[in-house]
């Protein structure tokens, strides 16, 4: 209840109205194939129609927006990566300022590559992050600036490579819910960035080939991940910890407040069954350094500082 109540206080959304439905016109644009991305700022029902191209949900004119693929599919011409991501859900600079979206919905999609919500830093440049970090009220900075309560209803990742889901820093108030995971990914399935929190990661399924563990909690709090399914292949489950000086970013957030519970674990290392794993860790990254100086956060101490987690009634077959 603890980390439920602390996520609520922060899921108040930004008071934009609801965003209206999308024109016969505005539905066709989205549904032609193209190379440029379609800035979606309307609400879109699909009935199974296929979008080929990518989806841009952008700043606080698009709060409120909704996409329910009716079982379609969205991919792009290319491949999705980081800076191409298949949907993008970011602020936009303004000045000294980021606008953001709120209360946007994506729903009974398949997405081929990757969805990525993203914050301060959106579109790829680190130096506003950087900055950030360097003062001591980095994490409200970085909520402030970042998209809020975005929710994913039985979306169908198909991996490609990348990370299929990416929650970057700031971000508060997500939730995936009914959703699965295929495909591959080289690194994690799920990535909650540093100082984002209260998601709701809940009854999804995992059956997705990864070249990490499937969920990390990198310095991300008060998430309640409950009631999933992994299915391993010898991999690591959900790991929490604090990725000190990675990029020279200080992490202020630790990855605490976090509850992990009632999820199933199938194809564990019979060796080493690292279903979840309380500070996996603690400042051994050769990267630590980078943020050295300032006396807070990770500058201050590599540790990944993670307390207050609740891990019960998870369960491997």
């Known amino acids: 209840m603890f980390g439920l109540l602390a996520a ?86 303004d000045g000294d300022d980021w606008r953001r979206p709120a209360a946007v919905g994506l729903s009974n999609c398949t997405v081929v590559g990757n969805i990525r919500i993203w914050g301060m830093g959106a579109g790829g440049s680190m130096r506003d992050l950087l900055v950030s970090s360097r003062t001591a009220d980095h994490t409200r900075a970085a909520q402030a600036a970042a998209p809020q309560n975005v929710t994913l209803d039985r979306i169908r990742f198909e991996a490609t490579g990348t990370i299929p889901f990416y929650v970057g820093p700031g971000v508060s108030g997500t939730q995936l819910v009914g959703s699965t995971f295929t495909g591959r990914s080289t690194s994690t399935a799920v990535y909650l960035d540093a100082e984002s929190r209260g998601a709701d990661i809940r009854d999804n399924r995992f059956n997705i080939r990864t070249g990490r563990e499937q969920i990390a909690v990198d310095g991300s709090a008060y998430n309640q991940i409950t009631d999933n399914r992994f299915a391993l292949a010898g991999r690591g489950g959900v790991f929490l910890y604090r990725n000190c000086g990675e990029d020279g970013v200080i992490r202020h957030q630790t990855p605490s407040y976090n509850q992990i519970t009632g999820n199933i674990f199938t194809g564990a290392n019979w060796l080493r069954p690292q279903t979840v794993v309380v500070g996996s860790r603690e400042g051994r990254r050769p990267y630590c350094a980078a943020d050295a100086g300032y006396p807070f956060g990770s500058s201050a101490d590599d540790g990944d500082g993670a307390t207050h987690n609740r891990v019960a009634d998870n369960r491997t077959e």
Do not use: H, K
């Open 8 to 93: 609520l206080a922060v899921q108040v959304a930004d008071p934009f109205p609801a965003a209206r439905a999308c024109t016969a016109a505005e539905i066709r644009d989205l549904t032609t194939p193209s190379d440029r991305p379609y800035r979606l700022m309307c609400r879109a029902q699909l009935a199974g129609a296929a979008v080929r191209r990518r989806v841009l949900i952008e700043g606080p004119e698009a709060s409120g927006v909704e996409l329910d693929c009716g079982g379609g599919r969205i991919e792009q011409p290319g491949t999705a990566g980081p800076r191409n991501p298949t949907v993008a859900i970011w602020s936009r600079r």
